[in-house]
């Protein structure tokens, strides 16, 4: 199969595990092209992911997960032929299991959907992680009337056009939620696809609930900016151009 799809990773700190990621990625059907955006690693995350087999993009800093997405989604363009690659999105602690990421791309090439979001068939439960999820699933659900199963699993693949629709991606650990609202509200095609995948607990020290915490505000943000009253409000504040 000729390549159609290009899988971006946005990675902080994963030199354990990215290697395997990329090796999983790239054995994909179509997928000719793996980047991976070092988002400011303190390790050899981009050293790793580079002797794997990726295109490395790497931030100077930590911009956060939208950040990188977009840095991914740039390098995909400025490599582009013709023809717009399917971008497909994946967390770097994925390891081997970035091999069943085949079937969120199946909809994408056969035209049926134009953002499809994995659906783990095992989950971990973990500490706090619950809040996060009721609330951007709510409010998902207020704003569009699609319930969404996982809704800040971070595995999914778009066609360019419907990646293009979605920006600026909404900040940080928004982006999932900002994403799901923001293209069935443009009539996008949005689909959920059970997979056999897997990544590393974040466990439930006071680390893990300080992601919690970051999670809680991003998303919370996305939503509220969402909101059509905050939204009119919001713009009312912008200087006229």
């Known amino acids: 199969m000729s390549g159609d799809t290009a899988v971006i990773i946005p990675a902080k700190d994963e030199a354990r595990r990215i290697g395997a990621t990329v090796t999983a990625s790239l054995a994909l059907p179509?997928?000719?092209?793996?980047?991976?955006?070092?988002?400011?690693?303190?390790?050899?995350?981009?050293?790793?992911?580079?002797?794997?087999?990726?295109?490395?993009?790497?931030?100077?800093?930590?911009?956060?997960?939208?950040?990188a997405m977009e840095t991914g989604a740039e390098a995909v363009r400025l490599l582009d032929g013709d023809t717009p690659r399917h971008l497909l999105f994946l967390d770097a602690d994925l390891g081997e299991t970035a091999g069943a990421a085949a079937a969120l791309i199946t909809p994408i090439r056969e035209g049926t959907a134009d953002m499809s979001i994995a659906v783990f068939a095992a989950r971990v439960k973990l500490g706090g992680h619950g809040?996060?999820?009721?609330?951007?699933?709510?409010?998902?659900?207020?704003?569009?009337?699609?319930?969404?199963?996982?809704?800040?699993?971070?595995?999914?693949?778009?066609?360019?056009?419907?990646f293009e629709a979605a920006r600026p991606l909404a900040?940080?650990?928004?982006?999932?939620?900002?994403?799901?609202?923001?293209?069935l509200r443009k009539g996008f095609r949005v689909v959920e696809v059970e997979v056999e995948m897997s990544h590393?607990?974040?466990?439930?020290?006071?680390?893990?609930?300080?992601h919690r915490a970051r999670q809680?505000?991003?998303?919370?943000?996305?939503?509220?900016?969402?909101?059509?009253?905050?939204?009119?409000?919001?713009?009312?504040?912008?200087?006229n151009r």
């Open 131 to 162: 809040m996060v999820v009721r609330l951007s699933r709510d409010g998902i659900r207020r704003a569009t009337g699609f319930t969404a199963t996982q809704p800040l699993n971070g595995q999914r693949c778009l066609t360019r056009a419907a």
């Open 200 to 210: 590393r607990a974040t466990g439930t020290d006071w680390r893990a609930q300080l």
């Open 30 to 67: 179509g997928v000719d092209l793996v980047v991976v955006v070092d988002d400011g690693s303190s390790d050899q995350t981009g050293k790793a992911a580079r002797a794997a087999g990726a295109r490395v993009v790497r931030h100077s800093r930590n911009r956060g997960k939208a950040a």
């Open 171 to 183: 900040h940080g650990f928004g982006v999932e939620t900002g994403l799901t609202i923001d293209l």
């Open 216 to 239: 809680l505000r991003d998303v919370a943000l996305a939503l509220a900016t969402r909101e059509p009253l905050i939204t009119q409000n919001l713009n009312k504040l912008r200087p």
